[in-house]
Each structure stands twice: as structure tokens, then as C-alpha cells.
């Protein structure tokens, strides 16, 4: 019922189109920051293996040199590291 009016009337349907677009920009300008929803940053998963490798081996020839490089990243809020002797993969 109602698309049919505004299938009869596309001048009206345009400018209500336009209008409501107009009311949108105005309104990102004019909304505080501490509105707007927040937002999870991006994550970043590294996994390797290194078969027969101790926890600390694994800790001093993989971890430790990737964590030294992605230390650096701006604005990274936190990071996690993991070094495990699991078993054998068969």
C-alpha cells in the first residue's frame, strides 16, 4: 500500500531519500565520539611448530624473535605468547 504511493510519487520519495540522508551526515558530525560503539582492533595469530623442540627452545629460536618484531606495532593493546611441548603428531 504504501509502496505504491511512492512508486506514483518518485519526486516525493526522492527528496524524502535526500532528506534523510541530509539528517544522517549531520548527525555523524554532531555525535560525540564517546557514542559511537566500540569497536574490537584486528588480532593476529602466528602458529608454528617445531617438532622435538623443547618449550625453551621453542621460547629462543621462534617466539622470542617474533614478539621482538611485532613489539613494535602501533597501537597494539596486548599480546599473548604460548610455547608448549605437545606430543608428536602422527
Known amino acids: 500500500m504504501i509502496s505504491k504511493f511512492f512508486i506514483e510519487h518518485p519526486v516525493l520519495a526522492n527528496v524524502l531519500a535526500i532528506v534523510i540522508v541530509l539528517i544522517g551526515a549531520v ?37 622470542l624473535p617474533i614478539e621482538t618484531q611485532v613489539n613494535g606495532v602501533d597501537q597494539m593493546l596486548y599480546m599473548q605468547s604460548t610455547s608448549a611441548a605437545d606430543a608428536p603428531i602422527r
Open 27 to 63: 548527525a555523524v558530525y554532531t555525535l560525540p565520539v564517546s557514542e559511537y560503539p566500540n569497536v574490537v582492533p584486528p588480532t593476529v595469530q602466528v602458529t608454528t611448530r617445531y617438532p622435538g623442540a623443547s618449550p625453551q627452545t621453542v621460547i629462543d629460536t621462534v617466539a
